[in-house]
């Protein structure tokens, strides 16, 4: 099916999806550290000529990331949170969930994870499940202590992801993006309940656990900056909510149309990752958490 029907398919399907997206900022991504600029400069230099070399070589063996999840609500009792989330499953680019509880089984956390190993399978990352946890505790819940909740809760070393759900959030996810010099207690992605079966937030939060930026990044400069998230085959764009429209161009005066399907924008129809974002993502993993 051309690309073109299938953005159009998934812009009409998704407006239940995208409010539910919508009523919260997508994305609380937290400052980035000295040595992770001093790190993405190095690479950005090196990644063009590395991407070309590898077009005919044989893909390398995936990078196996120990997954832990961390499920939390207010209480046990059904209106807050504790009994088994419902899929409704529509298609790759329009998950749209019956979620009206929080409360994740094993099984179904699984279902999670293999959603984000699809959005990470060219991207030389597979991630696997250790383990789920269940918390009942209002303050985290309501994200009132999210230093104390992943203090207490997370497991493994710098290496190891820890996915944290919670019903209340500031946004629908933030994670950290890594440096020698980050707290390791307070690593992890934590997102939002609601939007935790879209597919795409979880992939999005994960990109940046790997130190990927938003692809209409400008590190403070103005936007339409020709080097937006400082990834050479991420054309730039505006940030904000973007149209699943493959002619979108929100930055006419530089190369490309908005990469509205990248896992790393803000759309309901994200999809993928560029050559360009794998070096990258594998780069800053050799560095920081390998």
Not at 120 to 146: C, H, I, L, R
Not at 257 to 273: H, I
Request: some cysteine.
């Amino acid at each position: 099916m051309p690309l073109k029907h299938l953005l159009l398919v998934a812009a009409m399907a998704a407006t239940t999806f995208g409010a539910a997206m919508n009523s919260h900022d997508e994305c609380g991504t937290t400052e980035v550290s000295a040595d992770y600029l001093a790190a993405v400069r190095e690479m950005q230099e090196e990644e063009a000529v590395a991407v070309k070399a590898t077009v005919n070589q044989r893909p390398a063996a995936n990078i196996i990331i120990p997954t832990y999840f961390h499920v939390v609500s207010t209480s046990k009792a059904k209106k807050d949170g504790y009994l088994t989330v419902r899929f409704a499953r529509k298609s790759s680019f329009t998950r749209i969930s019956s979620l009206t509880t929080y409360y994740t089984q094993e099984a179904e956390t699984r279902q999670i994870l293999d959603d984000i190993n699809r959005g990470y399978a060219n991207m030389g990352f597979q991630f696997a499940f250790k383990g789920v946890d269940y918390s009942t505790d209002p303050t985290w819940a309501q994200d009132q202590d999210e230093a104390g909740m992943k203090k207490a809760l997370r497991k493994g070393d710098y290496k190891t992801l820890n996915l944290f759900y919670v019903p209340s959030y500031k946004y629908n996810g933030r994670c950290p993006f890594p440096s020698a010099t980050a707290d390791r207690a307070l690593d992890g992605c934590t997102v939002r309940a609601g939007v935790a079966l879209n597919g795409q937030t979880t992939t999005h939060e994960i990109g940046h656990w790997l130190g990927l930026m938003h692809t209409f990044e400008t590190l403070g400069r103005p936007e339409c900056d020709a080097d937006n998230d400082r990834v050479d085959d991420t054309p730039a764009m505006k940030g904000g909510w973007s149209e699943c429209s493959v002619d979108a161009d929100t930055c006419p005066g530089l190369p490309g149309k908005d990469p509205v399907t990248n896992f790393m924008c803000y759309s309901t129809c994200r999809s993928e990752f560029t050559p360009g974002q794998k070096a990258r993502a594998a780069a800053m993993y050799k560095k920081f958490r390998a």
